[in-house]
């Protein structure tokens, strides 16, 4: 039997429209079958009473971690590296603690976050400070450590079930799983697939631009206090490894205050100024443009009838329109790509759209030409050692100044009448000037500066929008690293 709904779209004007209520409708059969799976995996991990009185969550482990197309060199097998992380969430009082220590790519790191209701508090136990955060957000800094740990995304089901849909049923491993929909508070919609035997999950995936599709297995699950937590995670970008995490401990409904507060023995420093939101246009020399906004920037400089432009973040079309503001009668010739990584080829195709003859070096030439919108036709200058632009009026070098702890060649633009020299991820710059120890990626860029004999008065790069200058640099260079005091968990 066939009832009708009527919908009263004006005055003059009625829609009447057939809805099936005897029948399930492909809308409402999503629904109720991601109910139906939700309800299964709350009984497997412990019941509903159980999930929704898991207050407080503290986990120990150790990551380790493939550096997907972060590696010193482009293409697997990626770079691996260790770190310890211990990470403790409490949904009562909205705290949240995370921490790592280990090295990577050239940095070492040892330093939390901090989310106590509307404070927060970032630490580098490294550098010895403290800084408060301006704006905490406890949805935010908890969600990745919410994505790792599956009796966690069981609690956000059961919280936000009505935001949740079946997909359909797919094999994985050579099991059946049903796989829903998770909208959490923030990031992109989570698909997770549940065990249709052990109604446990087994994986959930995620879409995170521009990187990719980002997959999460969790296996070898144990029982602590009734729930069931997985021993050991996987995540995979775009089917390569990128992180394998071996849990040493749990800990569930415990108290987390002893890791939320702050070692007395730090020096509070203030927040750094937040970078632009709105790309921005400097010129901190004449005719040399530092262009960008948040943390990725691009520095154009100017010729006598072309541009050159240096760097390849994200936003570079945004930060050519921005150019054009000022310099709106010379085209942009030629764009220089520092290295391979793939958050730094991203500008390949908006310079190719330009016209403009990509500069890299041999061991790159396949990772900026992929990143193109074609191939064939992107036109390459291949960079070995050094290539100078020069037209009788203005001189600019771009030098390879590689090996470096991060990667095996990297570029760096270097204008000699100026003492102006741009780099990409080896000199941390924040946006308040208070350096912090010299990581080893700024050891080696201070070492090449010497080697060159280059005379750098300037520095700008393209993550910060700050122009620092040579003396942050030496700062840097003249700090050590401190062993602060912390709260072991």
């Known amino acids: 039997m066939k009832k009708f709904v009527v919908l009263a779209v004006s005055a003059s004007f009625l829609l009447v429209s057939p809805f099936t209520i005897a029948d399930e409708t492909l809308p409402l059969k999503a629904v109720n079958r991601a109910g139906e799976v939700i309800d299964a995996a709350l009984e497997a991990y412990g019941g509903t009473e159980a999930i929704a009185n898991l207050n407080s969550v503290a986990r120990k482990s150790h990551f380790t971690t493939w550096a997907t197309n972060q590696s010193r060199s482009p293409g697997p097998p990626w770079d691996e590296n260790e ?64 994505r790792v740990t599956a009796p966690l995304l069981v609690k ?21 799983h049903d796989v829903i929909t998770l909208v959490m508070e923030v990031g992109p919609a ?62 569930i409904n415990a108290p987390i205050d002893a890791y939320a507060s702050v070692p007395d023995n730090l020096q509070w420093v203030e927040a750094a100024p937040p970078p632009p939101t709105d790309v921005e246009v400097q010129e901190f020399k004449e005719g040399v443009f530092l262009v960008g ?28 329109k921005a150019l054009r503001e000022v310099v709106k009668d010379k085209p ?35 990772v900026v030409r992929a990143a193109a919108s074609d191939a064939d036709s992107l036109k390459v200058q291949l960079v070995e050692d050094r290539y100078v632009f020069d037209d009788g009026n203005r001189q600019l070098e771009i030098i390879d100044i590689g090996p470096t702890p991060h990667v095996k060649h990297l570029l760096v633009a270097w204008l000699p009448e100026e003492g102006v020299l741009f780099e990409a ?65």
């Open 83 to 146: 770190q310890m992380n211990f990470a403790a969430i409490d949904f009562k009082q909205k705290t949240f603690v995370g921490k790592n220590k280990g090295s990577g790519n050239g940095f070492d790191f040892d330093g939390s976050q901090i989310i106590k209701g509307d404070e927060g508090w970032q630490i580098s136990y490294r550098a010895g400070t403290v800084t408060p955060l301006a704006e905490p957000d406890f949805d935010t800094t908890s969600g990745p450590f919410i």
């Open 156 to 176: 956000q089901l059961q919280e936000r079930r009505h935001t949740s849909h079946w997909l359909g049923e797919v094999d994985f491993n050579g099991r059946p």
């Open 190 to 251: 989570l698909s997770l697939y549940f065990d249709q035997e052990t109604h446990l999950l087994s994986r959930s995936e995620r879409v995170l631009p521009p990187f990719g599709q980002v997959d999460y297995r969790f296996t070898e699950y144990e029982t602590i206090d009734g729930i069931p937590f997985s021993k050991s995670f996987k995540l995979y970008v775009n089917d390569q490894p990128n992180i394998y995490i071996d849990y040493k401990s749990t800990k």
């Open 293 to 320: 906004a948040g943390t990725t920037y691009a520095m154009f400089v100017e010729m006598e009838d072309h541009v050159v432009a240096v760097g390849g973040t994200a936003g570079i079309p945004e930060r050519i």
């Open 332 to 366: 942009i010739k030629f764009g220089v790509m520092t290295h391979h990584h793939n958050d730094h080829v991203l500008g390949v195709p908006a310079y190719q759209d330009e016209g403009a003859t990509v500069l890299t070096v041999k061991e790159h030439e396949a």
């Open 425 to 489: 991820d080896h000199f941390p710059n924040p946006t308040n000037g208070r350096m912090q120890p010299a990581q080893p990626v700024t050891k080696r860029l201070a070492e090449a500066i010497q080697q060159m004999e280059l005379d750098v008065k300037l520095i700008v790069g393209a993550h910060s929008p700050r122009v620092a200058t040579i003396d942050d640099l030496r700062q840097a260079l003249a700090l050590s690293p401190v062993q602060a005091a912390q709260t072991s968990p």
